[in-house]
């Protein structure tokens, strides 16, 4: 043997007594099944037939599974998605055919801790247990997938994925990701690695053998990363096997020694994942124990308020620096980075908080808020947008260099209302003396930026609502106007509560100005135009938008009963929601982004609207749309936006939204409920606008100060009986009237707390007869305006001609009831609707289809 050969066998010979020394020195880092566990179902629980086209998402502070309901899913672990396109099948011993379980994914229960998939074969039955950590010490964590499986034979599962490695939009990505296989016990891990050496990462399974891995020598192509997995009913039942992953931390490279770290990483999120998931029932066994429920006699009711609470705390995300805030909406990102919207948004926060205070959360009202106070630009501007890799840009590609952080003009405004709507509910004076700068210069920025003088706040500055309009771009938007508006009015309060009366005196000299500027924009026939241009010509178009001027008190629009009678119209609503501009306008697009389609977001501004102006059977007709919605796409989630034509959701709309969940929850609990807190003032201001059908409520949870009330309402003859209870005495004053607000409460503390409210001697209900089904058009009948009298009570019903429509009639006095426009049966109200009258002022396309009449009932 030459000299050379002999010193290279010598080599090999040291490196393998090394590699055994180690190995005896660090035994191997081991995978494996865990011990089953409880995935239970609850009240709450969400039980639907699997629909394979329609999304659902799983979502938390540290991660997120966003898939299709057959479960082609992509899971990630904040801002990371680790793999997208999972997929399963299952070969049965002696069962020789493949089984494809995606194509038999049977049910879909979606719980407040987790959701389950479960795929249904005659041989076979695998549960997919879905989570995202949370509660303490779970913040961080990524999405987690649990399999259990039932078979009647041992089997072997192949469970494919796509390997990502992408960063959230607008990162930079490293290339299409390679991988290599790593043995762990009795299971392993796939190592991912991309062109950069400092990112990459692990996905393991417990008791999973490798499947094809493509060796170098192949030509290179894109194979999916496979799991193979045996399961032995005889030995396995009992046992779950989790689908893990873990990333690099930053910094790290990509070496042996990286790589080691990282399998003891995933070994121990394997080993204490049972406390995880323990930690994560407690977060949600708990959740309602602080925040409002709804007690109705409508069940689906107030489960729906429930998830819209639970849809919004899901919408919360923690950053590296363990911040947290409120991003506006979640959708799978399929081939792209954008998950939805699943990055930070100030106006879709801000717009949100009215609902979180008003459930009792005003915790996280101020973290939502506090995100939004540290990007304040300089000059007072508030955040528009922030990516969750917004800190992870530098130079050329840095997030300040992108069009979209200050891009609109409303967060500043909204942040200015936001504030003022948090300190009347929670009382907290030492939150608003700790960032009274920063609304000072919030405030000076919107009093500094009108370009043309007129002394309204315009859009100069960024977008006011739409972000295209034909022919161009509006100069001044009714709605930022009205915002400009309420933001000047909060911001004289906030400064009376800070002690500067000079300032509050100002701004309401302000006030008085704009609101005069508000009313130039009603036209001829009581509407209100959309926008105005440079040269004070004011476009017609008839929007949904001037309802925030309504927001906040029924007098924040000049007659705006020609807008309220349109909005509850077939012009405006389907039966759906409601949609951004009347189909009878000539711009009217029903599938365009801002010019004929259905958010749900307008749709509670309008029963915001409806309600603060007294007219409840529109305004329950329009919460109601948002309520139903809970169920029709992801659920429990309300989505972002639909077809004003037909009911189907958008391609791109983000099923799973930050506002739209909002806006099930602040028409329901301040407009129809009437709840409001003045917590300065120990003042709970309670105006109820129940339907007609029920006799009793009871909100428990409800918040002023420091202090959680159990409120109920009960009918009892002419009167609503309202009683609020606390564990202990304390003071509170129940209110009625918006003109008590503001006002000391010297009410002795107590325990239990009254106010006697009078009832109207007839009151109705509109009984609809179906729920929408996917694809159909506007059908339902509509009030499109209510007017009371001492005597008397008049409606316009809108309806299909020839038609019949139905009320529920309530009668709380002892009178003779009477109408000569429809026929009393019972409790009941009979319409026969006629089959032709005036269509000047209906739809294009439902002209000769809908008519109206008007009903007037006499005691």
């Not at 080599?11 to 590699?19: G, N």
């Not at 007690?295 to 819209?308: I, N, R, V």
């Not at 508000?518 to 017609?540: H, I, M, N, V, W």
């Amino acid at each position: 043997m030459s000299l050379v050969r002999l010193s290279r066998w010598i080599l090999l010979f040291a490196i393998a007594l090394t590699i055994d020394h180690c190995s005896a020195q660090a035994p191997e880092v081991s995978l494996a099944p865990i011990a089953a566990m409880p995935f239970r179902q609850g009240a709450l629980t969400l039980h639907q037939l699997a629909v394979p086209n329609r999304p659902f998402t799983v979502t938390g502070t540290g991660g997120a599974i966003l898939g299709m309901q057959d479960g082609t899913v992509e899971l990630w672990q904040f801002p990371l998605k680790f793999f997208s396109g999972l997929h399963i099948r299952a070969m049965i011993d002696d069962y020789p055919v493949p089984i494809d379980l995606n194509s038999a994914a049977a049910t879909l229960d979606v719980s407040p801790d987790h959701t389950t998939l479960t795929y249904s074969h005659a041989a076979i039955t695998v549960r997919q247990h879905m989570f995202v950590p949370a509660g303490e010490g779970n913040q961080s964590m990524g999405g987690v997938i649990v399999f259990e499986i039932e078979s009647i034979r041992p089997a072997t599962l192949t469970i494919s994925l796509t390997p990502a490695m992408v960063l959230q939009w607008p990162a930079p990505q490293y290339g299409q990701p390679s991988w290599n296989w790593q043995s762990m016990g009795t299971g392993g891990a796939y190592a991912v690695s991309t062109d950069n050496p400092e990112f990459f990462g692990l996905i393991g399974m417990p008791g999973a053998t490798p499947g094809v891995v493509a060796p170098y020598q192949e030509h290179p192509r894109a194979l999916p990363l496979e799991f193979n997995l045996r399961f032995d009913p005889a030995k396995d039942s009992g046992k779950m096997f989790p689908l893990l992953c873990e990333v690099a931390h930053s910094g790290e490279k990509n070496s042996a020694q990286s790589l080691a770290t990282l399998k003891e990483q995933l070994a121990a999120r394997a080993a204490n994942l049972p406390s995880v998931w323990t930690r994560t029932q407690s977060y949600y066994s708990k959740f309602f124990e602080t925040r409002v429920t709804a007690h109705t006699p409508d069940p689906q009711f107030d489960k729906a308020l429930a998830w819209a609470e639970l849809a919004i705390d899901k919408a919360q995300v923690a950053t590296a620096a363990g911040e947290v805030g409120l991003v506006a909406g979640w959708y799978p990102s399929f081939d792209s980075a954008r998950p939805g919207f699943g990055w930070f948004f100030g106006r879709d926060t801000l717009w949100s908080t009215y609902a979180i205070n008003s459930y009792s959360d005003t915790a996280l009202t101020r973290r939502a808020i506090d995100f939004l106070v540290r990007r304040q630009r300089a000059d007072g501007k508030m955040m528009h947008e922030f990516s969750q890799t917004a800190d992870l840009l530098t130079g050329t590609m840095a997030w300040s260099n992108f069009p979209y952080e200050y891009a609109a003009a409303d967060s500043t405004p909204l942040y200015l209302l936001a504030m003022q709507d948090y300190v009347r509910s929670a009382g907290d004076m030492d939150y608003l003396k700790t960032h009274w700068e920063s609304l000072q210069r919030a405030y000076h920025f919107e009093r500094s930026h009108d370009s043309d003088g007129d002394g309204v706040y315009d859009n100069s500055e960024g977008t006011g609502w739409v972000e295209g309009w034909p022919p161009k771009l509006p100069h001044q938007e009714f709605y930022l106007a009205a915002l400009d508006r309420d933001a000047t009015s909060a911001m004289a309060q906030l400064a009376l509560w800070m002690g500067d009366d000079k300032l509050s005196k100002e701004a309401l000299l302000i006030v008085d100005k704009l609101s005069a500027s508000l009313r130039a924009y009603r036209l001829g026939d009581g509407t209100y135009a959309f926008s105005k241009e440079e040269t004070g010509k004011y476009d017609p178009t008839l929007t949904v938008y001037p309802a925030v001027a309504l927001w906040s008190s029924g007098d924040g629009m000049y007659h705006p009963e020609a807008m309220l009678s349109a909005w509850s119209s077939h012009r405006f609503a389907t039966d759906w929601g409601t949609r951004a501009v009347s189909e009878t306008d000539p711009v009217y697009d029903p599938i365009s982004y801002h010019q004929g389609s259905v958010w749900p977001l307008f749709t509670g501004w309008t029963a915001m609207a409806e309600y603060r102006t007294g007219r409840p059977l529109e305004g329950y007709a329009a919460l109601q749309h948002n309520v139903e919605l809970t169920w029709a796409q992801d659920p429990g989630s309300v989505t972002e936006v639909l077809s004003g034509r037909f009911y189907q959701p958008l391609g791109r709309s983000s099923a799973h939204q930050l506002w739209s969940s909002a806006m099930v929850l602040a028409p329901a609990l301040r407009g129809l409920f009437g709840v409001e807190a003045d917590a300065l003032h120990h003042t709970l201001m309670v105006n109820p606008q129940l339907p007609a059908t029920w006799d009793h409520v009871r909100l428990d949870n409800v918040l002023v100060g420091d202090t959680l009330f159990s409120l109920s309402m009960q009918r009892v003859g002419e009167k609503l009986d309202v009683v609020a209870t606390s564990p202990a005495p304390a003071v509170l004053c129940l209110r009625q009237s918006a003109g008590q607000r503001d006002v000391d409460c010297n009410e002795a503390a107590t325990t239990q707390h009254s106010l006697y409210i009078a009832l109207p001697p007839l009151e109705l209900q509109l009984h609809t007869e179906r729920l929408p089904q996917f694809g159909d058009t506007t059908m339902e009948p509509r009030i499109t305006s209510e007017h009371r009298e001492k005597r008397s009570l008049t409606i316009t019903i809108e309806a299909i001609a020839g038609s019949t429509v139905h009320f529920a009639v309530r009668k709380n006095a002892n009178f003779r009831f009477s109408t000569s426009d429809g026929e009393f049966d019972d409790n009941q109200l009979i319409v026969s609707m006629p089959v032709s009258n005036d269509k000047s002022t209906l739809p294009a396309d439902t002209r000769g289809r809908f008519v109206t009449k008007e009903v007037r009932l006499r005691w």
